[in-house]
């Protein structure tokens, strides 16, 4: 059995969505998200569905191609379409592995129209009076198999909880993120679709990829996570390399009181804490960051409180090392101490 059998995807309906027209495939996309127990959106320019799962999903239903593709070429195993006239994987692949995702994570859901014209329904979305409350943004228009393109935002945080997943971060133009995230204050990452040579007639999809990265996905939607907010990338004055100078962007307002979202590992059992020349606490109550910076964990907040003046080590002197793939280690969210009380008082 292979991928794209394990995940449950049919051939047969995707090749339906390759050959419809944006109107069609909108209409289509209404009777799906009823179908899945959403209660759709349709305005002009783009397909808005609520979810309970905070995270955003984002494609586009058009294509360059101005041929339908009436013929689809199949690899003998399966893996690989393309046409000749373009099978359109640029945004198709995307929109049909949300519907794969939206079988197993009931996300927020956000289909736009015109993003080849320069993000015509992302606009309009964001002139709507909808604004979905989600810790993050996920856009599924991007060639490849495992990159995922951040563009203007700059959330270290993010950054790494989304290539913990094992995407690799990469450089890009334009996506209808970059006119959505700004405008939720949220950031957001396009994650490969497994489309290659886009815009051309001879643009090929690989199955397989698709199907790989709806699963890596749906590992992602089910953890836990705090909001991660959009945070502007600063390009230097005068650079003639940036994609384009956040100097004549609006500066986005950061909540001042939002979380930090960080990667931390429990500490082993036989781990010695101190502070000065004094052993104190338990490891259990404690975790650590990539950097070795040490916190406290919270059990009736679920987060952690960055421990000052706190060192670990274990019997021979010798301090933990971070493992991201330690059993346990996972994203928390990290609050001040004056943060932390309020919320206990709270809790």
């Not at 320069?118 to 002139?127: C, D, E, I, L, P």
């Not at 790494?160 to 209808?176: M, Q």
């Amino acid at each position: 059995m292979n991928i794209c059998e394990a995940m449950g995807m049919s051939i047969s309906h995707f090749e339906s969505i390759l050959k419809m027209t944006q109107r069609e495939l909108k209409e289509h996309l209404v009777q799906q998200l009823r179908t899945h127990d959403y209660e759709p959106v349709c305005k002009s320019g783009f397909l808005y569905a609520e979810g309970t799962v905070p995270v955003l999903l984002v494609a586009h239903l058009d294509t360059v191609h101005t041929h339908r593709p009436d013929i689809i070429c199949c690899s003998e195993d399966g893996r690989y379409l393309m046409s000749p006239y373009g099978i359109g994987g640029d945004d198709r692949a995307g929109v049909y592995m949300i519907l794969m995702l939206m079988r197993e994570c009931h996300c927020h859901i956000l289909f736009c129209e015109d993003e080849e014209l320069g993000g015509v329904g992302a606009r309009k979305f964001t002139n709507s009076k909808l604004r979905p409350e989600v810790n993050y943004i996920v856009e599924l228009d991007r060639r490849g198999r495992n990159d995922a393109v951040f563009y203007h935002c700059d959330n270290p945080d993010f950054t790494e909880f989304v290539c913990s997943f094992g995407f690799k971060e990469n450089s890009g133009s334009f996506s209808d993120i970059s006119v959505v995230a700004p405008h939720l204050k949220t950031a957001a990452v396009n994650i490969s679709a497994g489309y290659f040579n886009e815009h051309r007639p001879h643009e090929m999809i690989d199955t397989y990829a698709m199907c790989e990265n709806v699963r890596r996905l749906t590992a992602m939607f089910w953890q836990n996570t705090c909001h991660f907010p959009y945070k502007e990338r600063v390009h230097a004055r005068g650079s003639m390399f940036g994609e384009q100078s956040s100097l004549f962007a609006p500066m986005v307002e950061r909540p001042s009181r939002a979380a930090t979202c960080k990667l931390l590992m429990p500490l082993p059992e036989e781990t010695r804490l101190y502070m000065g020349q004094h052993q104190i606490g338990s490891a259990p109550e404690y975790r650590m960051d990539r950097s070795g910076n040490l916190y406290m964990y919270l059990e009736r907040l679920n987060a952690a409180v960055e421990a000052d003046g706190v060192f670990a080590c274990d019997a021979g002197g010798h301090p933990p090392v971070f493992s991201a793939v330690c059993e346990g280690t996972r994203f928390l969210p990290v609050y001040t101490y004056e943060e932390a009380v309020e919320r206990l008082e709270n809790a």
